[in-house]
């Protein structure tokens, strides 16, 4: 059955600093996702990986994928207060279904 | 072209009633799944449905709940006699297509209050 992990859980950082969060999971899969929530808001797509070594940016945000490992990074680069949300990957289990990860609850201070 | 419409937004009920959760995929897309999320949590998969047919309802609980996705209209998750905790926020997302590169897009949600 697979299983998805982020880490960390929550994060609290300063405006202008960098991170990189992590995104486990822990069966074979073909495609990872990274999703944006604000509170009481449905989910932004922000990435689709979809190959070992894939890596996609969008803004202040990058996204990697390394199949071998299992392993999916979001790097924050120069982090704004927009930031803040809750982000959680997907990896796509049998019959289409996405399973998630419990996601990230970033705060970017000022 | 209008996102994945769900509705009601917002919905409160009495336990022991039933509550009745609509959504419409985007146009042109033909697969449907419904996800539930607790507060503080990630998405739960319920059910993954195709026009007229049930494809995995590996996630949904064994009473109590059912849904459907008629060849017209809305793609219904019914939920009866509803208990506390049922209390949540639903999902629900569309693809065009399954087996491809595809991505769901998400609707709004509902949020169901059960008092």
């Known amino acids: 059955e697979l299983k998805v992990e982020q880490n960390p859980l929550f994060l609290s950082m300063q405006e202008g600093k960098n991170y990189t969060i992590y995104c486990n999971y822990s069966?074979?899969?073909?495609?990872l996702y990274w999703y944006r929530q604000d509170p009481g808001k449905s989910l932004e797509s922000l990435f689709v990986l979809l190959s070992n070594g894939a890596v996609k940016q969008e803004g202040r945000l990058m996204a990697s994928l390394d199949t071998k490992a299992r392993l999916s990074t979001l790097h924050i680069t120069a982090a704004v207060h927009d930031l803040s949300a809750t982000y959680f990957c997907?990896?796509?289990?049998?019959?289409?279904?996405?399973?998630f990860g419990k996601g990230m609850k970033l705060t970017v201070n000022p | 072209n209008a996102g994945v419409m769900q509705n009601p937004r917002h919905l409160v009920r009495r336990r022991g009633q039933e509550a009745r959760l609509r959504c419409s995929p985007m146009?042109?897309?033909?697969?449907v799944y419904w996800y539930r999320q607790l507060p503080e949590e990630g998405l739960k998969f319920m059910v993954y449905l195709q026009k007229e047919n049930i494809i995995d309802e590996s996630g949904m609980p064994k009473e109590r709940f059912s849904a459907e996705f008629p060849k017209e209209g809305p793609s219904i998750l019914r939920i009866q006699q509803v208990v506390r905790g049922d209390s949540a926020a639903y999902f629900c997302?569309?693809?065009?297509?399954?087996?491809?590169?595809?991505?769901?897009?998400f609707g709004q949600g509902t949020r169901l209050t059960v008092v």
């Open positions: 997907a990896s796509r289990g049998g019959s289409e279904k996405l399973v």
């Open positions: 146009k042109g897309h033909s697969h």
């Open positions: 997302a569309s693809s065009r297509e399954a087996g491809t590169v595809t991505e769901a897009f």
């Open positions: 069966t074979t899969s073909d495609r």
